[in-house]
């Protein structure tokens, strides 16, 4: 089996089941609980809390732990709307964003909230200086993602948090799930006010994540019940997850520095041989990608043959977001770039991790090169 669907999810490493398997039977008390079992398994989540915030550049009461990227965006976004209502109504994002960030978005107008959304060039990228001119009076939230998740285009987060300092009365918000270990940023010193992070996102386990909330700020809770996680995150706490979670996260950070030189020498390869393939056209940036994503189309072909023709060969890759991978719909985000409905339809999206090998590169680019043409001369479209 080769798996280049890395950005829709990660293989949890051996250490980290390891770790939550000795959390979920040793530390099983609920650390809401006053007895010794309660108080062991507390102490261990509040270790796995401080992990976390040192990893991240951040105060460990910063740390709010979540069942992942989609709860932590939601929380986010509608926490600061609710929360600071009254302070204005409107909201800033890009039209290029992560589906829990765009839905949570479309809620909130429903609720009387208005939000512009930001245009992006050809290669997915906001302009910092439109993200400025957007902003008004009543602008409580930016919330721009760091890396998008199909194309793999890095925004200049620092730029627009630079710029946003200027406007201390509106908070600024990143999805940090897709650079959180290939392009990391310290939250002390990168300027934004909010980011998310989610576990399974760097070999940990599904179901955890990260809210990095900024000391001071105020967020309205998605949950209501124990006030748990400083009030915020309401429901018993996921001990062994985010043990888990704190040890994928501090495995992937000693393997830095090797995870991006050997991901970046994979996508070199994989795009000079794309770049020789007829009838492919790469969407993802040349300059100022992520390095574990490629995203490239095909027009006139269907994304889903060319998944199902890899996928009887044990080559495992996607679409778009495996958020919405499963709508017969052509790639939001493509089109958003104004690249055209036939790439927007006809893009698939290919992942890697550290564990990606030389050899399943290899074998990926000799597949693609037996079944895209063979394709084409079926659909009538080759030379």
Known sequence: MIYLDNSATTKPWPEVLEAYQKATQTYFGNPSSLHRLGTEA????????????KLLGAHTEEIIFTSGGTEGNNLA???IAFAYQTRGKHLITSTVEHPSVLEAFRYLETLGFE??????????????????????EDTTLVSIVHV????????????????????PKLFFHTDHVQGVTHVPFSFRDIGVDLCTISGHKFHGLKGTGVLVKRKGIRLSPLFHGGGQEFGVRSGTENVPGMVAL????????????????????GKKRLLEALQTLEGAVINTPVKDSAPHIVNVSFPTLKPEVIIQALTKKGI?????????????????????????????????????????????VEELITQLRMIIPEMRKVMGVAK
Do not use: W
Not at 43 to 50: D, G, H, I, N, S
Not at 118 to 125: K, Y
Not at 347 to 358: K, N, P
């Open 246 to 265: 704190a040890k994928a996260l501090r495995i992937t950070r000693e393997r830095q520095r090797e995870t991006k030189e050997k991901i970046l020498t």
């Open 77 to 79: 976004i509608k926490g």
């Open 148 to 167: 998008n998740n199909e194309m793999g285009t890095i925004q200049p987060i620092e730029e627009i948090s630079r710029r946003l300092k200027k406007y």
């Open 115 to 136: 939000v512009t959304y930001v245009p992006v060039d050809q290669e997915g990228r906001v302009n910092p200086r439109h993200v400025e001119e957007a902003v008004r």
């Open 316 to 360: 495992h890759v996607s679409t778009k977001s495996a958020c919405s991978s499963k709508e017969n719909q052509p790639s939001a985000v493509i089109e958003a770039c104004g690249l055209g409905k036939e790439r927007a339809e006809s893009a698939i999206r290919i992942s890697f991790s550290v564990d990606t090998t030389e050899a399943e």
């Open 42 to 53: 507390d102490t261990l989540f509040q270790k796995a809390r401080q992990a976390v915030a």
